[in-house]
């Protein structure tokens, strides 16, 4: 039992690590013993965010809104690991506006970045993924969905719901294809943790907020991390194609 959640000596890729769910993660992941390479588009976000997750943390900004993007950042890792055992494809965006409204561009932008992206960056890490997997102890793909994708939204974000139910559903598939090869392709569904992307959320529902969630409070850090632990962990190793809610029980309703 002292080494079942543990991830000493793993390396971990967390997408999007530089704030949020990411960043949560991914200090999560370096409290569990585990190394971790710290991605989003921005350098800045990145430099900043693995200084303050200390030496375990490094930073490796990457767009991989395109499959080239994708490559790249693949091509990085691998410039420096010999093997990735855990894969959190975390990076996401979402878009707002009224059902007649709603632009087409944003469900290009969203799809790129919510769906091709877990695809394309997965697929470029497999090399990786396979020299860290064993029966025993698999490599690991996390894809963070949303309980947007489980049950119908508040908001009006039709094309991110709508790519976080292609989330779910991708992770699956996947999961059943590379299963053999000792890879498993797990997801978390969040409801609300406070982030940028649901700051809108927080100031629209104010103080009520508690109110719509069973629990009666939104996420916290280890509520997130735990999971991600858990999933990346000995813990976890026998579990895949599975879509877990960590939503306070929002998506029981």
Not at 23 to 51: N, W
Request: proline share 4%; charged share 20%.
């Amino acid at each position: 039992m002292t080494d079942l959640f543990s991830l000493a000596g793993k390396t971990a890729l967390v997408t999007g690590g530089s704030r949020g769910i990411g960043f949560m993660i991914a200090q999560g992941f370096i409290e569990a013993g585990a190394r971790v390479y710290v991605s989003s588009r921005k350098k800045e976000a990145c430099d900043e965010a693995a200084s303050q997750l200390g030496p375990n943390a490094v930073s490796m900004p990457a767009d991989i809104s395109t499959e080239q993007g994708c490559i790249e950042l693949a091509r990085s890792v691998a410039e420096r690991e010999d093997a990735l055992h855990v894969l959190v494809n975390n990076a996401g965006t979402a878009w707002g506006a009224p059902l007649e409204e709603f632009p087409d561009h944003a469900f290009d932008k969203i799809w790129a970045t919510n769906v091709k992206a877990i695809f394309h960056l997965t697929v470029k890490c497999l090399p990786l993924l396979r020299k860290a997997a064993s029966q025993d102890d698999p490599a690991r793909v996390i894809n963070i969905g949303s309980i947007d994708g489980l049950r119908v939204p508040i908001f009006q974000n039709y094309a991110y719901s709508a790519s976080k139910s292609a989330v779910h559903m991708l992770t699956r598939h996947v999961a059943h294809e590379i299963v053999g090869e000792h890879i498993t392709v797990n997801a978390i569904a969040p409801g609300l943790f406070e982030s940028k992307m649901t700051k809108a959320a927080f100031e629209f529902m104010g103080d009520q907020i508690a109110e719509h969630i069973p629990m009666k409070r939104s996420g916290r850090p280890d509520d997130i991390a735990g999971t991600a632990i858990f999933l990346a962990s000995r813990a976890g190793a026998y579990l895949t194609g599975a879509v877990i809610p960590v939503d306070g029980g929002v998506s029981t309703r």
